[in-house]
Each structure stands twice: as structure tokens, then as C-alpha cells.
């Protein structure tokens, strides 16, 4: 790995980091966290996890699966990330991440595809809960144009 890539890395875990203490100065909140690993020989897998971060800055690590979302809509048996958010793991996660964020199946199954297409397609993601948060209400309320 270059210099130049682990200094990318370093920057994304110090953000992470300021978030989660942002989040516990708030009162909490919830991180997603998704990356692949290569098996040898074999594809790709990819591990979700969600983080829970309490007031204190207490955080509670839970792996993070399809389960739930698949009762409402099933795409995938796991999740990916990356793909340009179009692979059918991507948009599970996509649907997985907006129903546990918000609560809202109806805002999950109608705003998954773009939110996919729009921050889900690198292969390693983290993703704020609250942020999940208001690209539904902008969503909802017409201000959201695709642009970040």
C-alpha cells in the first residue's frame, strides 16, 4: 500500500473518529460500517457492522445483516458495497442501512436505489445514521438534487 493511501485511510478513521465523538457529544447515535475481504481462492466478502455510540462515548459494536431487510424486499442473501451501488448486495445494504436509520419502510423501499447510486459506491463504507436521516428529509421535501 503507497504512502499516499494510507494517508487517505488515516484521514477517513480520524473523521470516523471525530463523528463518534460529535455523536457522543449529541447525546449518541449509530455508524454503519461495511469492507470487503478477499478469501483465498473466492470472491469477495464483505462484512457490515453497526455501531452504536452512547453519551459517554461508549461504543457497541453488532454485526449488521440482511435479515431484516429482506422481509420487505428481497435482493440479496448478503451485502457488497461498491459496484457503482447497483449490484443487488449494494442496494440490500442501501435498503438495510435506511430501514434501521429510520424506521420507515416506505422511505426505505422508495428512496434505496438512489441512495445506493449516490454513497454506496466506494468499497469500504462508513455511514452515519444521521446523515441517512436527512437524505430522507430532503428527499421528502424535494431538496435533495443527487449532488453531495
Same mark, same amino acid.
Given at each position: 500500500?503507497?504512502?499516499?493511501?494510507?494517508?487517505? #485511510?488515516?484521514?477517513?478513521?480520524?473523521?470516523?473518529?471525530?463523528?463518534?465523538? $460529535?455523536?457522543?457529544?449529541?447525546?449518541?447515535?449509530?455508524?454503519?460500517?461495511?469492507?470487503?475481504? +478477499? /478469501?483465498?481462492?473466492?470472491?469477495?466478502?464483505? &462484512?457490515?457492522?453497526?455501531?452504536?455510540?452512547?453519551?459517554?462515548?461508549?461504543? #457497541?459494536?453488532?454485526?449488521?445483516?440482511?435479515?431484516?431487510?429482506?422481509?420487505?424486499?428481497?435482493?440479496?442473501?448478503?451485502?457488497?458495497?461498491?459496484? @457503482?451501488? @447497483?449490484?443487488? *448486495? &449494494?442496494?440490500?445494504?442501501?435498503?438495510?442501512?435506511?430501514?434501521?436509520? &429510520?424506521?420507515?419502510?416506505?422511505?426505505?423501499?422508495?428512496?434505496? $436505489?438512489? +441512495?445506493?447510486? /449516490?454513497?454506496?459506491?466506494?468499497?469500504?463504507?462508513?455511514?452515519?445514521?444521521?446523515?441517512? $436521516?436527512?437524505?430522507? &428529509?430532503?428527499?421528502?421535501? *424535494? *431538496?435533495?438534487?443527487?449532488?453531495?
Amino acid at each position: 500500500m503507497s504512502r499516499y493511501a494510507i494517508a487517505g #485511510k488515516a484521514r477517513n478513521v480520524f473523521k470516523e473518529v471525530e463523528d463518534m465523538a $460529535r455523536m457522543a457529544a449529541e447525546g449518541g447515535g449509530v455508524y454503519y460500517n461495511i469492507s470487503p475481504e +478477499y /478469501h483465498h481462492p473466492g470472491p469477495w466478502k464483505f &462484512t457490515a457492522e453497526r455501531i452504536k455510540i452512547d453519551r459517554h462515548g461508549h461504543f #457497541k459494536k453488532s454485526p449488521f445483516d440482511p435479515a431484516r431487510s429482506r422481509r420487505l424486499l428481497d435482493l440479496s442473501d448478503k451485502f457488497e458495497c461498491g459496484y @457503482g451501488g @447497483g449490484s443487488r *448486495g &449494494t442496494l440490500q445494504f442501501a435498503l438495510a442501512v435506511l430501514l434501521d436509520a &429510520t424506521g420507515s419502510k416506505r422511505d426505505a423501499v422508495a428512496y434505496y $436505489r438512489e +441512495y445506493a447510486e /449516490h454513497f454506496l459506491t466506494n468499497s469500504s463504507i462508513s455511514i452515519n445514521a444521521d446523515q441517512v $436521516r436527512l437524505f430522507v &428529509t430532503l428527499k421528502r421535501n *424535494g *431538496g435533495y438534487d443527487g449532488r453531495e
